[in-house]
């Protein structure tokens, strides 16, 4: 293999580009937006400056690896952050629970709320690092290929007791209600049910308190041109402005791409960072793999769709710490409403991300970037017109902040916008327009998530949340890492 061709410059996409590059092999990136980044795109206006996708960033050395592969360092093209607390968690009544790296902090806030759940905390904390080594290091960065992947894995699944839900697990170390909330969220931020999703997810609480979470310096956006720069520099190619329209082959290869406008990329490998379904029931089209491998993937659970509230306001607000968790009163019904039952509910919970308190160039002075996301039901579950329930879902968001913030808010706003389902979709080709693809299940994990590389068209391989080991800037750049070993051995 000495040319590949890359469909998507996400966190994944770029990602594969800079191992593919720095092993030498010519790697031309395809994208058909006209910024890199995909969900971690940016918009600015009259000063502002938003993220649209993910505004924290846990294990910062699975990404400064990416420099080192070629003896650079990421502290060159970018500035990361730190951001403390990592969250704060907000109830109805007014309690708040700071979520810190602090281990003394940490335990501070833990006795405030539930002093007889310290010891149970500190066997969650044991239990969290040994899934963190055999997780996130052992098996997420190692492509799931074969069956055998599958069997070797169920000892280590049945030793954690992998079945149980994330929530469910936290519940037996720590038995306050809220704790057990805080405790086991982060999966959420990666579009996986806390009360379904595996208790494999415990290990992103070692990753967070270990490594710390991260804020890039002009947002995350500045993280991903960092990417480019690096990319670029390593003398690879990115074409902006002109998506993809298919992959072409030639029998059981993939010899290349064209594009809408015409263009097209040979490669001696073709890798897709685009939506799992997409590549398959659009880019693949032409080959009898693509129609039936889509048609397969409709039988999967897909992950929630997401409302984002973009707003700049007059006035800062060091009070309001980077990041907080806006909780609802009815949180399990709420979960429950959102990836089951496909409902709306009247009351949400509210992740709410507030960039300019660490970094205030993100706004004019004496004034502040603010992004609420709440999740919401995916398309497929939901079909509403979201040009009618978008406005009522925005004042919904702005009603809560006001009550539990700042309370003149409406007053205060310079700059508003908001994304919604049918945005994913349109945007970024997303599968029932969900923010995150494929739900993260154990169901749906290792060898039973889409693999890394093709099981009929064997130069095809995927990048990316859909594919293992999964969501979060960690887990698709893990996914990267996975890929680039399979084609780098397949070059062998």
């Known amino acids: 293999m000495n040319k590949a061709v890359i469909i998507g410059a996400g966190f994944g996409g770029l990602a594969l580009g800079l191992r593919l590059q720095a092993a030498g ?63 704060r968690f907000h109830w109805p ?7 810190t790296a602090d281990e003394t902090r940490l335990r501070a806030e833990i006795a405030r709320l539930s002093p007889a759940d310290l010891t149970g905390y500190q066997r969650f904390l044991d239990y ?12 997420a960065p190692v492509a799931c290929q074969e069956l055998g992947s599958l069997i070797r894995a169920l000892p280590t699944l049945a030793q954690y007791q992998a079945w149980r839900s994330i929530h469910g697990m936290v519940a037996r170390f720590v038995k306050d209600e809220r704790l057990r909330q805080a405790l086991s969220f982060a999966p959420l931020l990666a579009g996986a049910n806390p009360a379904a999703a595996s208790a494999f997810h415990a290990g992103l609480h070692a990753v967070e308190r270990e490594g710390g979470l991260w ?17 670029e520099r390593l003398g690879g190619t990115l074409h902006l402005g002109d998506p993809v329209a298919g992959i072409e082959t030639v029998g059981d290869r ?21 939506d799992i379904m997409h590549s398959y029931a659009d880019l693949l089209a032409g080959h009898t793999r693509g129609p039936r491998r889509a048609q397969a ?46 409902v709306l509910p009247a009351e949400n919970c509210i992740i709410l991300h507030h960039p300019s308190v ?35 879902l925005a004042g919904r968001i702005l009603d809560e902040i006001e009550h539990r ?34 739900e993260p299940l154990l169901s749906q994990s290792g060898w039973l998530r889409p693999h890394n590389r093709d099981d009929v068209i064997g130069n095809l391989y995927f990048v990316g949340a859909d594919t293992h080991p999964g969501g979060g800037v960690p887990g698709v750049v893990a996914s990267a890492r996975a890929t680039a070993a399979l084609m780098l051995a397949d070059r062998a």
């Open 405 to 438: 913030l700042i309370p003149d808010i409406r007053g205060r706003i310079k700059v508003q916008a908001t994304t919604a389902p049918p945005d994913f979709a349109r945007d970024l080709h997303a599968h029932h327009g969900s923010a995150w693809g494929l």
């Open 358 to 392: 660490t970094d205030p160039d993100l706004a004019p002075p004496g004034h502040s970037t603010f992004q609420a996301i709440v999740p919401v039901p995916h398309l497929g579950k939901l079909p509403v017109d979201w040009r009618a329930v978008g406005p009522i």
């Open 93 to 99: 009544d007014g309690t708040t629970f700071d979520h």
């Open 254 to 274: 993939a010899t290349g791409v064209t594009t809408r406008a015409g263009r097209r990329f040979e490669g001696d490998a073709v890798a897709s960072n685009a």
């Open 25 to 87: 092999i010519a790697t031309t990136i395809v994208e058909g937006r006209d910024q890199p980044g995909g969900r971690a795109g940016a918009w600015r206006r009259d000063g502002f400056t938003f993220d649209t996708g993910p505004v924290l960033i846990a294990d910062p050395d699975c990404l400064a690896q990416l420099w080192r592969l070629s003896g650079h360092s990421m502290a060159d093209d970018v500035t990361l952050l730190p951001v403390d607390p990592h969250y």
């Open 297 to 342: 993937l409709t039988r999967k659970r897909w992950g929630p769709s997401a409302f984002l509230l973009h707003f700049g306001i007059e006035g800062t607000w060091p009070g309001i710490p980077h990041s907080m968790v806006l909780l609802g009163p009815r949180y399990q019904a709420w979960l429950t409403d959102i990836f089951e039952h496909g």
């Open 128 to 139: 969290s690092a040994s899934v963190r080594r055999e997780g996130y290091e052992t098996l």
């Open 215 to 231: 804020f890039p310096k002009g947002g995350t956006n500045a993280l991903v041109a960092a990417m480019v720069t690096q990319f």
